[in-house]
């Protein structure tokens, strides 16, 4: 049974720092394109970074330039990271790993609440 677990999320200052963590156990996760994705109140889930079995990352325009993001994945550990730096109150949202594009069900999310 495949399963998604996200963790690392939390409560952060306007220009702190996260990182994400997201355990895909079920699934041979190296050899699928695995995305980090962010769903904000209202609006719906946006797809922030994504990378291939071999490393090779994509972001999205809204998060490109505008924060230091990074996505990273260790293999060994079926195991995808979204480290996020410069974080704003807009970043807040519940952010999610899936396969790019989604085919798994979803976990439940790690939120992450950007506020002074």
């Known amino acids: 049974q495949v399963q998604l677990v996200e963790s690392g999320g939390g409560l952060v200052q306007p220009g702190g720092s996260l990182r994400l963590s997201c355990v895909a156990s079920?699934?041979?996760?190296?050899?699928?394109?695995m995305g980090w994705y962010r769903q904000a109140p209202g609006k719906q889930r946006e797809l922030v970074a994504s990378i291939t079995g071999d490393g090779s990352t994509n972001y999205a325009d809204s998060v490109k330039g505008r924060f230091a993001i990074s996505i990273s994945r260790d293999n060994t550990k079926n195991t995808v990271y979204l480290q996020m730096n410069g974080l704003k109150p807009e970043d807040t949202a519940v952010y999610y790993c899936?396969?790019?594009?989604?085919?798994?069900?979803w976990g439940q999310g790690t939120q992450v609440t950007v506020s002074s």
């Open positions: 899936n396969t790019k594009p989604s085919r798994m069900n």
């Open positions: 079920g699934i041979i996760s190296s050899i699928y394109p």
